[in-house]
């Protein structure tokens, strides 16, 4: 039996991590002859049912359980760094594992984890016994030594799988690291495994009353509340509320709706609450052409929700990922430069992109009018837009493709 370790997946409660984790369970699965564990670091409420139910995977082959890592030392110091490390390198049943699979994010990176170098120390070691393969990242950049000379010494004993291209040539031209990295893409850029479900398809949009390009969807970010866009909640939801308005005024949306998603929940956020908070600030002629989807419907039926509509507006970036990959255009409202590389480099359509993380464009109605002009320049050229973004799309297949054949190939 092939045994492989998968971090990055811890619920399927935000619908992007739950994309890219879906497609390498698959993916892998599908690559990898015989018998397949995956050991999967969940949250402990996460239920492993639903993830075999999204991965369509035939569980007599395939087997996925929960990694027990309770009671493991943290890496919140040096202490609990060295503990870790002892513990690995005389662990019996890490050196049971034949591939370690850390999932992207944008997590190694100093936004985040600003010690990030006890992570990539642990990656190091743990690629001793088995390989380590960090799958469809966005990494750095890196200002602190200590992070500079673990991705300088240690990284190039692990496979990177960067997901944009700025990753990839920021870890040639910064650190000279080529031959253990493969240019991937956003794992969500490729084909969930129900996705080709007609019938569900159908269910899903009846289950709402939407109808195929009657519709545009919007998604509310709850990344205001981690220090994103503008600190001044009030002014940041009545400014989603004012552009839900605007997108249903402008000509081209006439007699069609809004779909409001949310795309988070329990451990990530409820994005439900950001709905409720928008459909409070709406007049009701504008709340009655209104559509919100506020269950906890994971992630392939998200994606049908989102394919389904003309365009999507949305603070997260997974949501436009989906878009786009149905062949739809999405207008991203970024707070962070890994919208530029997923979206921007990757796809070629940095027009779609909004740098929203400017507190001066909530204070008013700037944001407003840029969401506004953008949703109605991609009207205006809709099916060609549609028609690009089908042809980007192939291309960042044809790479996670490649990138799951390369990892596959590892474990052979």
Same mark, same amino acid.
């Given at each position: 039996m092939t045994r492989i370790q998968l971090r990055g997946l811890p619920s399927l409660d935000n619908y992007g991590t739950a994309m890219m984790g879906l497609v390498t369970i698959a993916g892998l699965a599908q690559r990898i002859p015989g018998p397949v564990q995956f050991d999967v670091v969940l949250h402990k409420e996460t239920d492993i049912a639903e993830?075999?139910?999204?991965? &369509?995977?035939?569980?007599?082959?395939?087997?996925?359980?929960?990694?027990?890592l309770g009671g493991r030392p943290r890496l919140a110091t040096p202490a609990g760094l060295w503990l870790r490390l002892r513990e690995l390198i005389g662990s019996k049943s890490i050196?049971?594992?034949?591939?370690?699979?850390?999932?992207?994010?944008?997590?190694?990176?100093?936004?985040?984890?600003?010690?990030?170098?006890?992570?990539?120390?642990?990656?190091?070691?743990?690629?001793?016994?088995?390989?380590?393969?960090?799958?469809?990242?966005?990494? &750095?950049?890196?200002?602190?030594?200590?992070?500079?000379?673990?991705?300088?010494f240690l990284m190039p004993?692990?496979?990177?799988?960067?997901?944009?291209?700025?990753?990839?040539g920021y870890l040639a031209d910064e650190f000279g690291l080529r031959r253990n990295v493969i240019q991937g893409s956003d794992l969500a850029y490729n084909d969930l495994p129900l996705q080709h479900d007609s019938a569900l398809q159908a269910e899903t949009l009846a289950r709402y009353g939407l109808v195929p390009e009657r519709y545009a969807t919007v998604v509310?970010?709850?990344?205001?509340?981690?220090?994103?866009?503008?600190?001044?909640?009030?002014?940041?939801?009545?400014?989603?509320?004012?552009?839900?308005?605007?997108?249903?005024?402008?000509?081209?949306?006439?007699?069609?709706?809004?779909?409001?998603?949310?795309?988070?929940?329990?451990?990530?956020?409820?994005?439900?609450?950001?709905i409720a908070r928008v459909l409070d600030l709406l007049p009701a002629e504008a709340r009655a052409r209104v559509v919100p989807v506020t269950d906890r419907i994971l992630a392939t039926r998200a994606r049908f929700v989102l394919g389904g509509g003309l365009f999507t507006v949305t603070g997260r970036m997974h949501p436009a990922v989906s878009t786009f990959q149905m062949g739809k255009p999405a207008i991203?409202?970024?707070?962070?430069?890994?919208?530029? &590389?997923?979206?921007?480099?990757?796809?070629?359509?940095?027009?779609?992109?909004?740098?929203?993380?400017?507190?001066?464009?909530?204070?008013?109605?700037?944001?407003?009018?840029?969401?506004?002009?953008?949703a109605e320049q991609t009207l205006a050229r809709h099916d060609q837009l549609c028609a690009d973004i089908r042809t980007a799309i192939a291309e960042q297949k044809k790479m996670v493709a490649a990138s799951l054949d390369d990892l596959a190939a590892l474990v052979r």
């Amino acid at each position: 039996m092939t045994r492989i370790q998968l971090r990055g997946l811890p619920s399927l409660d935000n619908y992007g991590t739950a994309m890219m984790g879906l497609v390498t369970i698959a993916g892998l699965a599908q690559r990898i002859p015989g018998p397949v564990q995956f050991d999967v670091v969940l949250h402990k409420e996460t239920d492993i049912a639903e993830i075999v139910a999204e991965t &369509g995977i035939d569980p007599a082959r395939v087997r996925i359980t929960r990694a027990n890592l309770g009671g493991r030392p943290r890496l919140a110091t040096p202490a609990g760094l060295w503990l870790r490390l002892r513990e690995l390198i005389g662990s019996k049943s890490i050196r049971d594992f034949d591939l370690l699979v850390v999932l992207g994010g944008d997590d190694i990176s100093e936004y985040y984890r600003p010690n990030i170098w006890r992570y990539i120390a642990l990656y190091w070691v743990r690629a001793r016994s088995a390989p380590v393969a960090l799958l469809a990242q966005t990494i &750095g950049p890196f200002a602190r030594l200590p992070n500079r000379l673990a991705v300088r010494f240690l990284m190039p004993s692990l496979r990177v799988v960067p997901r944009d291209r700025w990753t990839t040539g920021y870890l040639a031209d910064e650190f000279g690291l080529r031959r253990n990295v493969i240019q991937g893409s956003d794992l969500a850029y490729n084909d969930l495994p129900l996705q080709h479900d007609s019938a569900l398809q159908a269910e899903t949009l009846a289950r709402y009353g939407l109808v195929p390009e009657r519709y545009a969807t919007v998604v509310v970010s709850g990344m205001q509340k981690d220090g994103y866009y503008t600190s001044d909640a009030a002014a940041y939801y009545q400014r989603w509320a004012d552009i839900v308005q605007a997108l249903l005024a402008l000509p081209a949306m006439a007699e069609k709706r809004i779909c409001l998603l949310a795309h988070t929940f329990g451990i990530y956020g409820d994005e439900s609450v950001n709905i409720a908070r928008v459909l409070d600030l709406l007049p009701a002629e504008a709340r009655a052409r209104v559509v919100p989807v506020t269950d906890r419907i994971l992630a392939t039926r998200a994606r049908f929700v989102l394919g389904g509509g003309l365009f999507t507006v949305t603070g997260r970036m997974h949501p436009a990922v989906s878009t786009f990959q149905m062949g739809k255009p999405a207008i991203t409202l970024a707070y962070s430069k890994k919208y530029e &590389g997923v979206i921007g480099t990757m796809l070629g359509r940095s027009d779609l992109i909004i740098d929203a993380n400017h507190p001066e464009l909530w204070a008013g109605q700037a944001i407003v009018d840029l969401v506004a002009t953008k949703a109605e320049q991609t009207l205006a050229r809709h099916d060609q837009l549609c028609a690009d973004i089908r042809t980007a799309i192939a291309e960042q297949k044809k790479m996670v493709a490649a990138s799951l054949d390369d990892l596959a190939a590892l474990v052979r």
